[in-house]
């Protein structure tokens, strides 16, 4: 496996740094065979996700990551990528598809946009913020699709502001 770590530019964000429309990309993740066994022996052991043989059998004709191993990944390259929300990256809800299998030897990478920001009414010291990311390989092939709900702190009145 191999991952970049946070982009040089990445700094804390609150509920109003962030602006509809706003989109940013991961740094790149490789998926390797081993990883996908893993993951799978761990957390979802079926035969297209542990054996070459018994996957090209199946419905996916090849080895396939679980759809929870892509999303595990996504969650990394988005903890780790140039935007970092004040209070960490907390799922208020998540709705994820996974149009295509990610592979052995994917490269992935998240690319997110920003598509809704709602201050909380009952909680004024955060918001509600809805981010439509899409992981994709190298060759630009959807894996997942991920539309997701997270809880956004708004700035202290003791924190800087962006520059």
């Avoid at 429309?21 to 035969?47: M, N, T, V």
């Avoid at 595990?72 to 990528?81: E, F, Q, S």
């Avoid at 909680?123 to 991920?146: A, C, F, K």
């Amino acid at each position: 496996m191999t991952t970049q770590t946070h982009h040089a530019q990445a700094r804390v964000r609150y509920l109003e740094d962030l602006q509809v429309g706003e989109r940013f990309k991961s740094a790149s993740y490789l998926i390797e065979a081993a990883d996908i066994k893993d993951f799978a022996g761990h957390f979802d052991p079926q035969p297209f996700h542990m054996d070459e043989d018994a996957a090209r059998a199946t419905f996916f004709g090849g080895l396939a990551a679980s759809g929870w191993h892509t999303a595990a990944i996504t969650m990394r390259l988005l903890v780790t990528g140039p935007v970092v929300m004040a209070g960490g990256i907390v799922g208020a809800g998540v709705e994820a598809s996974w149009p295509t299998p990610t592979r052995p030897g994917d490269v992935l990478q998240v690319e997110s946009e920003v598509v809704e920001i709602t201050p909380s009414r009952s909680r004024p010291d955060r918001g509600i913020v809805v981010l439509q990311s899409h992981t994709r390989n190298q060759q630009g092939e959807v894996r997942q699709l991920m539309r997701a709900k997270l809880v956004v702190f708004r700035r202290p009145a003791d924190a800087d502001t962006i520059d």
